[in-house]
């Protein structure tokens, strides 16, 4: 799931860059999941804006914002299914005028369900995870015997 894929100028010392328009156009940066387990997370946005975003477990969620020029791709991987932790990988997500995509790893975080958790990224993002779910058994025509 993607909320607001935008066009970036290059990065400054690991600062977002700005953007002003989407560009559908070009390669786009994605990852593999790597389960079909999702998790269901929130984020808040520097202007308090909140999204909640569900995606398969590796797979990549792309945020951003236009007006304050700020774009980033998060990849969470499940640590703890139970307790609802999840280890988020927090890139910056920038695009060339052509509108191909790149991505520059800015940190790990580790965020669970008790509270969100505030990127050390600026603009800073708040993380909260929701929900973690199993993926459904009996899907694809598999079953059990």
Known sequence: MAVGLLLLTP???GQAGTYTELNPKG???DSV???DRTILFEV???TGKVAKLRIKEGGMAKIGDLEP???YALVPIIKDMSKRVATFT????SQDKQG???VQQLEQIEVDAAAPIATRSQPN???KVLNIEQAPQGLFGLAES
């Open 33 to 35: 999941p790597v389960s």
């Open 69 to 71: 020029g700020y774009a």
């Open 125 to 127: 993002l708040k993380l």
């Open 90 to 93: 927090v890139f910056q997500l």
């Open 27 to 29: 390669e786009k940066a």
């Open 44 to 46: 808040t946005m520097p």
């Open 100 to 102: 191909n995509e790149s």
């Open 11 to 13: 990065a400054v010392r």
